[in-house]
């Protein structure tokens, strides 16, 4: 599991939205309601985006606040945005002269603040998202506008910047994005992961997606994301991710967003169980506000996550996919396995009223098959049903005896 952190400007309008605002107004006169009304109403006349940038202030940012929750959450791995679309640098780069979080507003370099809590207070691995294209980059629209054929941006802007954050940080994770409808070669990308994974300080550590130009995405690339908010329900054979928001509808903070467009922990254990059983990561995105806090609803999801996997977390960290990935009598019922312990993990996530859980997947063997609900410290009972699988019975808890609430495992030794 992942978590990812994107610090958007203009925290009252999500990251799309602001591009319906900014992009279509600066690059095709068009007026977006309710967005540019919106503006007109709460901003200064003739206000831009670059206007958002001293507003970006992150007073309150501590990085070691920060890596102790995203500790909590039980995550292997956080990601930050080094740069967005907008290309702001979220560290001093020499080639983001004067937009870039060093310079501008909150006159900290926050990428090198958190790469050394999390390492210092965590055993979290440490990644980078980079945006290759930026909305409103001059060098990349002319590069556009001859349709690629010159490759002012990438060779100015976007690759020295790779380089960059690689030597700087030693991102244990390039996570890519942003193909600006170029193609790869327009990019470099092959040039860049080449020496990336043969002669850069990460190259034993170092993983990466699959963002690295057009066609690329879920086609080339250390793991697939192909497309946000992806989760297939059935098994892939190549490495994917599943790269969602916490918030329903945005990537970056909205200052507006109701309680009801977060999703509830029950949404997160479900999510990160079908995940996990069709061989896929998790990654859960967080938008910190613009004075650098990570917002109590954020925070308060990150450590109830934490808490499922501190019950749960045999049923998650470094497993494998089963045979089966969800269960074929019982919805709601989605499988790993730890071959090493010999053990098939069975996540159900409703309990049921009965107190019996049929399952149709695993086949018993009298005698031997053992079944354990994690957290749990008695065997359970069960009753083998030959090839359609065995019936379960729960203990009888009150929902303080419950070893968690949102979702629960069993751990079945010796079955086919
Ligand atoms: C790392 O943590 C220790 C103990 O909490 C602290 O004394 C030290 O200053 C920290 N170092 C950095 C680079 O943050
Ligand atoms: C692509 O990157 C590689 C590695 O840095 C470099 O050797 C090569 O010249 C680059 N190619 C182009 C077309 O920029
Ligand atoms: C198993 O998961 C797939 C994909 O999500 C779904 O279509 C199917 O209905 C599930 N089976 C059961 C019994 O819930």
Not at 384 to 405: D, F, R, S
């Amino acid at each position: 599991m992942m978590v990812s952190i994107l610090f958007s400007l203009s925290e009252n309008i999500s990251a799309d939205m602001f591009c319906s605002v900014f992009c279509r107004w600066y690059w095709q006169k068009e007026k977006r309601e309710p967005y540019v009304k919106f503006m007109d109403t709460n901003y200064p006349p003739g206000f831009s985006y670059e206007d958002f940038g001293p507003l970006f202030t992150a007073e309150f940012f501590d990085a070691n606040q920060w890596a102790d929750i995203l500790k909590a959450s039980g995550a292997r791995y956080v990601v930050l945005t080094s740069k967005h679309h907008e290309g702001f640098t979220l560290w001093g780069s020499k080639y983001s002269w004067n937009w870039n979080a060093v310079d501008v507003g909150p006159k900290r370099d926050l990428v090198a603040e958190l790469a050394a809590s999390v390492r210092n207070r965590t055993d979290l691995h440490f990644g980078l998202y980079h945006s290759l294209f930026e909305w409103f980059n001059p060098l990349f629209r002319e590069d556009a506008t001859s349709a690629f054929k010159t490759r002012k941006f990438p060779t100015s802007k976007s690759l020295p910047e790779l380089y960059e954050i690689v030597a700087k940080y030693q991102p244990e994770i390039i996570w890519s994005d942003g193909d600006g409808d170029a193609p790869d070669t327009y990019w470099n990308s092959t040039g860049f992961l080449a020496w990336l994974y043969n002669d850069s300080p990460v190259r034993d550590t170092v993983v990466t997606n699959d963002r690295w130009g057009t066609g690329t995405m879920c086609t080339h690339g250390g793991f697939y994301t192909c497309r946000d908010r992806y989760n297939p329900g059935h098994l892939l054979p190549r490495k994917w991710e599943n790269c969602m928001t916490i918030d329903r509808h945005s990537w970056g903070y909205r200052r507006d967003a109701p309680l009801r467009d977060y999703l509830a922990i029950e949404d997160l254990v479900k999510e990160l169980a079908e995940t996990v059983s069709c061989g896929g990561n998790l990654l859960m995105n967080i938008g910190p506000t613009h004075d650098g806090r990570i917002a109590v609803v954020f925070e308060e999801r990150l450590r109830q996550m934490g808490a499922w996997l501190e019950v749960n977390g045999e049923a998650i960290y470094g497993t494998k996919p089963w045979r089966a990935q969800n269960d074929t009598v019982t919805p709601g019922v989605w499988y790993t396995s730890s071959p090493k312990e010999g053990k098939v993990n069975v996540i159900f996530l409703n309990w049921p009223v009965s107190g019996i859980l049929e399952l149709g997947e695993p086949q018993a063997k009298i005698g031997e098959t053992q079944v354990k609900l994690a957290g749990y410290k008695d065997l359970l009972k069960w009753v083998a049903l030959g090839e359609k699988g065995m019936v379960i019975a729960l203990p009888q808890l009150t929902p303080q005896q419950l070893p968690c609430q949102w979702g629960w495992t069993l751990q079945l030794t010796d079955v086919n």
